[in-house]
């Protein structure tokens, strides 16, 4: 397990949630000055300069219901709300999206170029934000240079990584993923989905950049020298790559992985493939003790400390977001939705340390949603209550 993927997973992960919400803010015609002010809002809690130095610390991941806890708080950021169903949906929509692009990567270092796909959208959606656009300039640099603007102490950054440490990390990336088959109509509909939710590794297209067409094997004397070719079908249809995909701050990243796909208005919809209807190996991990949960307490409160999330200030009213086409199938995915897989509470008794749970309940109180009663401060007595408490 690499310790350098978690920043990674995070900052891809939450670009593929702006491009869902800015494609359904469109689509329900909420007004521009409300949209870009939830876009706004959550661009800037993500880029946080305290929240990316916890971030960024070398760490393991953690489960992906601590993650999606972390998720929950970041699109409830600012006057928009999220009903647990489309909550379900908008995480389900961008760990699928992220999957396919990590499996698709020619190269395991590419995935940071997925990464500057994402950031340059992200860069696009402030662009009349000159303030949050610095802090996204900052995360550019903290991605490249040797010097770690954000950590106290000097690490070796992801442009000094070598290819063996990008393997690791994509193969971190893949591990945190592979229990996942949500069908996506989207993916379903471009065929790079199969009805079991697995998807379809292509046989065409470039290949990796700084390797040649499949087709021929060399042979070589103790000598170094060729002494035999040997040519054979490979059954797909191959092409050199045009040229490598730029690492820098500005440039053309050639690969298209991390890019909105939802550009053009298209409705998706997520589906639970067979594969993913076994939900024994998901209801062992709620119930098992887990051996981690002081660590996973002191990583959600850490992180979540970091946010600094702010209430909205002002008369200006909240409104609700759908990410279904009616109220009437929202209302049905909750109801049909197993409930191994739903994200509400994260299952973990860590109530000996009071201290941490006490910083994480003042935590959670900061960050509650304001059009929700405040629950009572007792619940604050262990990580599971609080979690219900939300």
């Not at 997973?9 to 919400?21: A, C, D, K, V, W």
């Not at 903290?142 to 000097?154: D, I, N, S, Y």
């Not at 949500?182 to 509909?189: A, D, G, P, Y």
Request: charged fraction near 25%.
């Amino acid at each position: 397990m690499s310790v350098r993927t978690l920043p990674l997973l995070f900052l891809n992960l939450g670009g593929e949630m702006l491009y869902i919400l800015d494609q359904r803010l469109r689509a329900q015609n909420i007004p521009g000055d409300k949209a870009r002010k939830v876009l706004h809002d959550i661009i800037s809690t993500m880029f946080n300069r305290k929240f990316m130095e916890e971030l960024f610390k070398p760490q393991d991941l953690y489960s992906k219901k601590a993650l999606r806890t972390v998720y929950d708080r970041l699109a409830h950021a600012s006057i928009m709300r999220l009903n647990q169903a489309s909550m379900d949906k908008l995480y389900d929509l961008m760990t699928m999206a992220f999957k396919h692009q990590v499996l698709l990567c020619p190269r395991p270092k590419d995935v940071l170029l997925v990464t500057f796909n994402h950031l340059d959208a992200i860069k696009g959606f402030i662009q009349d934000s000159p303030a949050i656009l610095h802090q996204v300039e900052e995360i550019f640099r903290q991605l490249t240079e040797v010097k770690c603007f954000f950590l106290l102490c000097l690490w070796q950054t992801y442009g000094g990584l070598s290819a063996g440490e990008f393997q690791l990390i994509r193969q971190t990336l893949l591990t945190f993923f592979q229990d996942l088959h949500i069908r996506v109509s989207l993916f379903l509909k471009d065929k790079v989905q199969n009805s079991n939710g697995r998807f379809v590794l292509p046989v065409s297209g470039p290949v990796p950049w700084g390797t040649e067409v499949p087709g021929l094997i060399r042979m070589f004397d103790s000598k170094g020298k060729e002494v035999k070719k040997v040519e054979f079908k490979h059954g797909g249809n191959y092409v050199t790559a045009p040229k490598e995909g730029s690492f820098e701050l500005y440039g053309d990243r050639v690969l298209k992985l991390g890019t909105n796909m939802y550009s053009m208005n298209r409705p998706v919809e997520t589906h639970m493939s067979g594969a993913s209807k076994n939900l024994a190996p998901r209801t062992q991990e709620n119930i098992a003790p887990n051996p981690l949960a002081k660590e996973e307490l002191n990583f959600l409160a850490r992180l979540m400390g970091g946010m600094e999330i702010k209430k909205p200030s002002g008369p200006e009213p909240g409104f609700r977001l759908n990410l279904f086409t009616t109220d009437e199938e929202e209302e049905q995915a909750a109801l049909t939705r197993p409930e191994e897989l739903s994200y509400e509470v994260i299952n973990i008794q860590a109530t000996q340390d009071q201290q941490r749970n006490e910083e994480l309940a003042r935590i959670m109180g900061e960050l509650e949603v304001t059009d929700q009663p405040r629950q009572s401060a007792s619940k604050g007595d262990d990580l599971l209550a609080m979690m219900d408490g939300l």
